[in-house]
């Protein structure tokens, strides 16, 4: 078995592929419309997605603008080697960070947290043997 993907509901599908491409660095591996059921799909990743990584895939339901978040979701994880310069980054093309970096409570790791346009948490955790290869937030 391998991860392959985690699904996100997206209000508003070019918003949240702006969001994953331009502030988070990753790419935009493909799409899919589904007219009969009307929903569309697009999967991002870094360095081309499956099989080396597992991606996101969004999902915009046509016609549904907003979803309620629930209570057991927690976030996405990635890893940068340096999270205050990721922070600049992200700051710099538009992004939220919701919690400046600095080191985990009750440890060392120091950690980050950005909110994309749906409100979903993505923590950058901070791991200095990562050359950033695989990510956007070199």
């Not at 009969?36 to 997605?49: M, P, R, T, V």
Request: aromatic share 10%; glycine share 14%.
């Amino acid at each position: 078995m391998r991860f392959l993907h985690t699904m996100l509901r997206v209000g508003n599908l070019q918003r949240s592929i702006d969001f994953y491409t331009q502030v988070l660095g990753m790419q935009l591996l493909r799409t899919s419309e589904n007219p009969e059921y009307k929903y569309s799909l697009a999967f991002l990743g870094f360095d081309g997605g499956n099989p080396g990584q597992a991606e996101i895939e969004l999902t915009y339901n046509w016609g549904t603008e907003s979803y309620d978040m629930g209570t057991a979701y927690g976030h996405i994880a990635l890893g940068v080697p340096d999270a205050y310069a990721a922070r600049e980054r992200i700051r710099a093309a538009g992004g939220n960070i919701t919690r400046e970096p600095g080191p985990v409570k009750g440890g060392s790791t120091v950690i980050a947290f950005v909110t994309d346009p749906d409100g979903y948490k993505i923590e950058l955790i901070e791991r200095k043997s990562d050359t950033g290869a695989g990510t956007g937030l070199r």
